[in-house]
C-alpha cells in the first residue's frame, strides 16, 4: 500500500478538524491546542501508518469533541 507523504496527510488532518472547528465555531487550529497534539505527535501518527481519518478522529475524541 503507498503511502501518502507527510506534507499532503497533515493537510487532510487539518482539513478534517477544521470542519469540527466550524461546526462548534472554534479558532483554526484551537482542536490541535485543546487536545494537546504537537507536529511530533502528527509525525508519529503518520510513521505509523496512520490514516488522516483515524488520526483526525482520536485528536477530536482527546479534545472532548464529536
Given at each position: 500500500m503507498p503511502t501518502v507523504d507527510f506534507t499532503t496527510w497533515c493537510t487532510r488532518v487539518r482539513n478534517?478538524?477544521?470542519e469540527v472547528e466550524r461546526l462548534?465555531?472554534?479558532a483554526i487550529g484551537?482542536?490541535?491546542?485543546v487536545?494537546?497534539?504537537?507536529?511530533?505527535d502528527l509525525t508519529?501518527?503518520?510513521?505509523?501508518?496512520w490514516t488522516a481519518a483515524e488520526a483526525s478522529?482520536?485528536?477530536?475524541?482527546?479534545?472532548?469533541?464529536r
Amino acid at each position: 500500500m503507498p503511502t501518502v507523504d507527510f506534507t499532503t496527510w497533515c493537510t487532510r488532518v487539518r482539513n478534517r478538524l477544521a470542519e469540527v472547528e466550524r461546526l462548534y465555531d472554534l479558532a483554526i487550529g484551537e482542536v490541535l491546542k485543546v487536545s494537546d497534539t504537537s507536529i511530533r505527535d502528527l509525525t508519529e501518527l503518520h510513521g505509523y501508518g496512520w490514516t488522516a481519518a483515524e488520526a483526525s478522529a482520536c485528536i477530536i475524541e482527546n479534545a472532548g469533541l464529536r
